[in-house]
């Protein structure tokens, strides 16, 4: 695991090498390999002048060793706090080993990795593609607790650290790094990264951590400052702020460890670190959040719905449609080198793909046209027009004599079936739905549709274009609203349907804030648009018929679109106000839906009835086979429609919850028959 090399000038070179896996992570072997390099470095301490900690990876260090972590149960904590302290207790060695240590990164180091180079007294990292530092942490529910909280508060101070680094998740590039504090130097190749860690040696012969020299002083005072104790009211005011009210146990967790631990000794900093990372590591929470996150996560991008069918890669790309999707689909594309022509109506319209802001690099392979003709030798075709079938059609007709042969008939529609779509095409099987989410510059997700006729061929490559710019795709069947869609659709009606009952607007959205929503339904309803949300639901009553079951949702949509004129954000006006495009206060009107039977319901049936409408749809999705797999709309739910992350997804939460069912039921009777779980 790790190779020990020491050279004729006393330098000893640590070169992280875990035999049995792609990436060094702090698994048992990692943990013995670095006991038995300190305790050959000691035993040899006369003839070492300093240490190189480096990586024959391509990554620096991965991290944690996520799988054993993930099985952690409460009966674990003591085996937990002997493994972390043996752990803490050889980079507490390395550092103060008393010779000068210095990490050459040579690749991501996140999280554990990070944990690895502030061990050292020196950090330079290599300025490569996909060098990125940080703690990921939060994001998995647990905290950096291999002495990640304690070093990084000592070295730059309790608010940068937490602003910075620790509550965030940032994974840095090296230069913003070094600029933030916890690399030192940047260096653009291998051979400058080692020479430039011997020459740093050479001149700190008596290097040590800040924390170990004599006089320190915590960089910005400790809590006991008069300065900083007037400051730290703010901190979890703020934090509350920043979770909208929701109660999330990793920041809780890391503001406190930072906090306490700034207030005691190191030692003793570490301690409190350790036991505040068991409890989370023990938590349902952080269960949920690495099985979405990253397990599931690896899963999906890994292919777990890809076919295992060979096909060639896009070469040059087709948009339809230059408005704000078809831009920025376009510039996805282009991104990540792709010859990419955009085609609207007019040469004005469609020239908008090239006036987004972006990289000029990028954007000059981007080429916009209002003739078919240029479209000549596209091998994907993405179409991101208005949603109405015929439409839809009429510009399928239009380019497809000018694309090659068997290029790829994609559709980015959000609800329409594919299988009708490709009804209009001549060669169905080539046909599939790209469903990117907006921003797409922003949104990770890729929602890929496969019709009743589509070969895994297209799915292939249409999945392999989806990974090649950039996003997760899943990977769903047809049906109409397909899965985001559909599922979102259950927690805008069940918002507007507290509305219709009552319920004050306010609580509806703190109700989902404090859930673990990432943005109000009110607010998300007048981002869609009330007048697309009445037309999508207008076209499921269509293709329902008699099946179709109406709520009170409905009306009240009606109600703000016909009688009120209150369309939406995009109008600027809708359940909010708006000004100069910017969100305001909700609509004074809202106020007299409000009655005393709406202000009664519970807070905790507020939350769950969002909760519960999405995951028992998501049950029926996966039993009427939309979903294909789980992984998919565990990944899908949080990434694309904003499901909660500490669910884990919205059917592990369904499946991970101590009385799904009996809880369903309770809310069947109270609120209606739609929450009888499948």
């Known amino acids: 695991m790790i190779n020990y090399e020491r050279d004729g000038d006393g330098v000893v070179t640590l070169t992280l090498d875990d035999p049995d896996q792609s990436a060094n992570t702090m698994n048992a072997t990692y943990v013995a390999a670095m006991t038995a390099a300190l305790d050959r470095l000691e035993a040899e301490r006369e003839q070492v002048t300093g240490v190189i900690v480096t990586s024959a990876k391509k990554t620096f260090f991965a991290g944690g060793d996520l799988p054993s972590m993930a099985r952690a149960e409460k009966e674990d904590a003591p085996a937990l706090f002997e493994l972390l302290t043996t752990i803490k207790r050889d980079f507490r060695r390395l550092e103060t080993y008393g010779r000068p240590v210095v990490a050459a990164i040579n690749g991501a180091a996140l999280g554990g990795g990070l944990e690895v180079a502030l061990a050292c007294h020196h950090r330079i990292a290599l300025d490569a593609p996909g060098t990125r530092l940080g703690f990921p942490e939060v994001t998995l529910g647990l905290l950096p607790g291999a002495g990640g909280v304690t070093r990084t508060v000592r070295m730059l101070g309790l608010a940068p650290a937490l602003t910075t680094w620790l509550l965030t998740g940032r994974r840095l590039r090296p230069a913003d790094a070094r600029d933030n504090g916890l690399v030192d130097e940047v260096v653009d190749t291998p051979a400058a990264l080692i020479e430039s860690a011997r020459a740093w040696i050479a001149a700190n012969p008596d290097a040590a951590q800040p924390w170990d020299r004599e006089g320190y002083r915590m960089p910005g005072g400790t809590p006991a400052s008069p300065k900083l104790a007037a400051m730290l009211p703010a901190f979890p005011a703020t934090l509350r702020q920043q979770l909208k009210g929701a109660s999330l146990p990793a920041p809780e967790k890391i503001l406190a460890t930072a906090v306490e631990g700034a207030q005691v000794d190191f030692e003793t900093a570490l301690v409190i670190e350790t036991r505040h990372l068991i409890t989370l590591l023990t938590s349902q929470i952080a269960k949920n959040m690495m099985g979405a996150l990253f397990f599931?996560?690896?899963?999906?991008?890994?292919?777990?719905?890809?076919?295992?069918?060979?096909?060639?890669?896009?070469?040059?790309?087709?948009?339809?449609?230059?408005?704000?999707?078809?831009?920025?689909?376009?510039?996805?594309?282009?991104?990540?080198?792709?010859?990419?022509?955009v085609k609207d109506v007019t040469p004005l319209l469609a020239a908008r793909a090239t006036q987004q802001k972006g990289d000029p690099a990028v954007l000059a392979r981007i080429t916009t046209t209002a003739d078919p003709r240029d479209l000549a030798g596209c091998d994907v075709l993405i179409e991101a027009v208005f949603e109405d079938p015929a439409l839809k059609n009429a510009v399928y007709a239009e380019v497809a004599p000018y694309l090659t042969e068997d290029a790829l008939l994609a559709s980015n529609t959000s609800t329409l079936p594919i299988t009708g779509l490709a009804r209009g095409v001549e060669r169905p099987g080539d046909f599939i739905g790209m469903h990117f989410f907006s921003p797409v510059g922003k949104m990770p997700l890729l929602e890929i549709v496969v019709g009743e006729q589509t070969g895994d061929e297209a799915v292939a490559r249409a999945f392999d274009l989806g990974r090649r710019i950039g996003k997760t795709p899943i990977v769903v069947n047809d049906g109409r609203g397909f899965f985001t869609s559909r599922v979102i659709g259950k927690f805008l009606d069940e918002a507007i349907g507290m509305l219709a009952e009552g319920v004050p607007a306010p609580s509806i959205e703190h109700a989902a804030l404090q859930a673990g929503y990432p943005t109000g339904p009110l607010a998300l309803a007048d981002e869609v648009s009330l007048s697309l949300v009445q037309r999508i639901r207008r076209q499921f009553e269509a293709a329902a018929g008699d099946a179709f079951v109406a709520l009170p949702s409905h009306a009240l949509v009606d109600a703000m679109v016909g009688e009120h004129d209150r369309p939406g954000r995009a109008a600027g006006r809708g359940f909010y106000t708006y000004a100069e495009g910017r969100r305001g206060a909700l609509w004074p009107g809202l106020a007299s839906f409000a009655t005393d039977e709406g202000r009664s319901v519970p807070l905790e049936d507020l939350k769950d009835r969002f909760l519960f409408a999405e995951a028992i749809d998501a049950r029926r999705c996966l039993d009427e086979g939309v979903l294909r797999t789980e992984e998919d709309g565990n990944v899908g739910s949080i990434l694309g429609i904003g499901y909660p992350a500490w669910t884990g997804g919205v059917l592990r939460f369904a499946r991970q919850h101590a009385d799904f069912h009996r809880r369903a039921r309770s809310l069947a009777a109270r609120y209606g028959d739609r929450f009888i779980p499948a």
């Open 296 to 341: 599931d996560m690896r899963a999906v991008n890994g292919g777990l719905a890809r076919p295992d069918v060979e096909v060639a890669p896009a070469r040059k790309v087709a948009v339809l449609g230059a408005g704000m999707m078809g831009a920025g689909i376009a510039y996805a594309c282009a991104r990540a080198g792709l010859d990419v022509v």
